[in-house]
């Protein structure tokens, strides 16, 4: 699932191209992808794009009129852009089309689990209800982090992934967070110290922020292609990195299965030396773990 700094890279690329512009054409293809009737999807055709900005991983497009088309990538949505206006959408992953007079923005899934979605909303009120409420780490307080943690006693795996909790963190940079604050992903929230919950606050503007620059810089003359955008990059430190050795200790990072997630982690910086029981942990994080993406999103 695209998260804050894949979210941040689209709103980088898609600002030069479509801010200021008119939509000329909508396009549904995908069946269910289209999660709202009032106003229809037709009402922005002719309208330009004021604003682009963000709701958690939620992109939204503001236009003239108090308009605001939210699109939810999930687990598999993607964007892709051509210069070419009017570009037509081509096999099964194709689900809306946004033709522009200097090009077309396309969405994406390639998975048979269309998840992704499409909402018109018309006012800041409407707007509003689709804020899942996370706190933006880059703007809060140690003391204001430390209460949102421990709100509830989870693992800090699922406290950090919750969007009611926190903004914009979910699968993928959560472990990387966990590594770089050196904690273990099953301790519970409520048990962290007060340097442990500075220290994961601190680990997780660093690793966003540093991750938002090298991606912003990595894709800075050309727009991601969907394969582009993905939970599994070669400089990850734990993240997808099963069996291979940790960048700090070159101990091997080990993981947990659970539902349709794993987690990975180093047993040397993160657990104290200890290998997590892979099956006992799995069942503790699916009784601490949503059941589907949709709950996991707070829907």
């Given at each position: 699932?695209p998260?804050l700094?894949?979210?941040?890279?689209?709103?980088h690329?898609?600002r030069?191209r479509?801010?200021g512009?008119a939509?000329?054409?909508?396009?549904?293809?995908?069946?269910?992808v289209?999660r709202?009737?009032?106003p229809?999807i037709?009402?922005?055709?002719?309208?330009f794009?004021?604003t682009?900005?963000r709701l958690?991983?939620?992109?939204v497009f503001?236009?003239?009129?108090?308009?605001?088309?939210i699109?939810h990538?999930?687990?598999?949505g993607?964007?892709?852009?051509s210069?070419?206006?009017?570009v037509?959408?081509?096999?099964k992953?194709?689900?809306a089309?946004f033709?522009?007079?200097?090009?077309?923005l396309?969405l994406?899934?390639?998975?048979?689990?269309?998840?992704?979605?499409i909402w018109?909303?018309h006012?800041k009120d409407?707007l509003?209800?689709?804020?899942?409420g996370?706190?933006d780490?880059?703007?809060?307080?140690?003391t204001?982090?430390?209460?949102?943690?421990?709100?509830?006693?989870?693992?800090?795996?699922?406290?950090?992934t919750?969007?009611?909790?926190?903004d914009?963190?979910?699968?993928?940079?959560?472990?990387?967070?966990?590594?770089?604050?050196?904690?273990s992903p099953?301790?519970?929230?409520?048990?962290l110290?007060e340097e442990?919950?500075?220290?994961?606050?601190?680990?997780?503007?660093?690793?966003?922020?540093?991750w938002t620059?090298?991606?912003?810089?990595?894709?800075?003359d050309?727009?991601?292609?969907p394969a582009d955008?993905?939970a599994?990059?070669?400089?990850?430190?734990?993240?997808?990195?099963f069996?291979?050795?940790?960048p700090v200790?070159?101990?091997k990072?080990q993981?947990?299965?659970?539902?349709?997630?794993?987690?990975?982690y180093?047993?040397r910086?993160?657990t104290?030396?200890k290998?997590?029981?892979d099956?006992s942990?799995s069942?503790?994080?699916?009784?601490?773990?949503?059941k589907?993406?949709e709950e996991?999103?707070g829907?």
């Amino acid at each position: 699932m695209p998260e804050l700094p894949d979210i941040q890279l689209y709103l980088h690329a898609l600002r030069p191209r479509v801010l200021g512009q008119a939509i000329a054409d909508v396009r549904i293809a995908g069946p269910f992808v289209l999660r709202t009737y009032d106003p229809p999807i037709d009402a922005i055709v002719g309208r330009f794009v004021r604003t682009i900005d963000r709701l958690g991983k939620r992109i939204v497009f503001g236009f003239d009129g108090e308009l605001f088309l939210i699109v939810h990538l999930m687990i598999a949505g993607r964007f892709r852009w051509s210069d070419k206006p009017g570009v037509k959408l081509t096999g099964k992953a194709g689900l809306a089309s946004f033709n522009f007079p200097h090009g077309t923005l396309q969405l994406v899934e390639n998975s048979p689990k269309k998840r992704a979605g499409i909402w018109l909303v018309h006012g800041k009120d409407e707007l509003a209800k689709h804020d899942p409420g996370g706190l933006d780490i880059f703007n809060t307080g140690p003391t204001e982090f430390a209460r949102q943690l421990q709100k509830e006693n989870h693992t800090l795996k699922r406290s950090l992934t919750d969007p009611r909790l926190f903004d914009g963190i979910g699968n993928a940079y959560s472990d990387e967070i966990l590594h770089a604050a050196g904690l273990s992903p099953v301790k519970l929230s409520k048990s962290l110290t007060e340097e442990d919950t500075d220290r994961l606050l601190s680990a997780c503007r660093i690793t966003l922020g540093r991750w938002t620059g090298h991606l912003i810089n990595e894709f800075n003359d050309r727009f991601p292609a969907p394969a582009d955008v993905t939970a599994f990059r070669p400089d990850f430190a734990v993240h997808g990195k099963f069996g291979q050795p940790c960048p700090v200790c070159e101990t091997k990072i080990q993981r947990i299965r659970y539902a349709e997630n794993e987690t990975n982690y180093c047993p040397r910086c993160q657990t104290g030396g200890k290998l997590l029981a892979d099956r006992s942990l799995s069942r503790l994080l699916k009784k601490d773990w949503p059941k589907s993406i949709e709950e996991l999103e707070g829907k």
